[in-house]
């Protein structure tokens, strides 16, 4: 029931494409989701995070899609370039503060 | 942004040394911080979570002799592996908790553990 499921394992964008990656979660109790980027040998950057209380946030090429129904949230990131190549988590944890259950990671390559 | 750093970045030891690496929050006090390990294209696994002036939290499965977290301070805390062996060779990352509007895990850059 902790388990955040995350697809697909690898991603390959072509530049200026839209690049989605998908998760999904079964604790109900789930209330804070965030994305990580992290590129090799780095620590992991916080990318954006939504709450289950509104469907959708966006920043800059970001967009966070949320389904609290469905369970399942959503990246996407628009206009796809190359130095967007890295790894990228989602999480999800209860009251922000908790510690975070990461998704498996899915390894996205923009070419030119 | 909030700033986390770690030292050493890299750190090469003998059999049975231990090791000390260091987390700080740079420009927010963090009474919760977070230590995770991570295999070569694998996902972060949560190891302990460390509370300023208290005992550190362990997940299971993990030592918690072998390794010590202190937490000494709002802005540092440290995870000591002791009597490290070539399996303990790993990427270790923390992250510390900024309690603002939101609660939000900010990473450290990762100390990368090589042993002998």
């Known amino acids: 029931q902790q388990q955040v499921k995350q697809s697909p394992q690898s991603l390959i964008v072509q530049k200026g494409g839209i690049s989605i990656i998908n998760c999904a979660y079964e604790n109900t109790a789930f209330d804070y989701f965030p994305w990580y980027q992290q590129f090799p040998g780095k620590g992991p950057a916080l990318l954006i995070a939504i709450r289950p209380d509104v469907s959708e946030k966006k920043e800059g090429r970001f967009t966070i899609s949320f389904n609290k129904s469905a369970k399942q949230f959503s990246l996407h990131i628009m206009d796809s370039q190359p130095g967007d190549s890295a790894t990228y988590f989602c999480?999800?944890?209860?009251?922000?503060?908790?510690?975070?259950?990461f998704g498996t990671g899915t390894q996205l390559k923009v070419e030119l | 942004g909030a700033v986390v750093s770690q030292h050493p970045s890299w750190v090469i030891c003998k059999s049975g040394t231990s090791v000390k690496i260091e987390c700080r929050s740079l420009d927010f006090q963090a009474t919760t911080m977070f230590w995770y390990r991570q295999f070569p294209k694998q996902s972060l696994m949560l190891m302990a979570t460390s509370n300023e002036g208290s005992k550190a939290t362990y997940e299971q499965g993990v030592e918690k002799d072998k390794f010590l977290i202190n937490h000494a301070s709002l802005t540092l805390s440290t995870l000591t592996v002791t009597s490290a062996h070539p399996e303990d060779s790993s990427f270790y990352i923390c992250?510390?908790?900024?309690?603002?509007?939101?609660?939000?895990?900010?990473f450290g850059p990762g100390t990368r553990l090589t042993v002998l």
């Open positions: 999480a999800a944890n209860t009251g922000g503060g908790n510690k975070l259950t």
């Open positions: 992250s510390a908790l900024r309690t603002k509007s939101y609660n939000e895990q900010f």
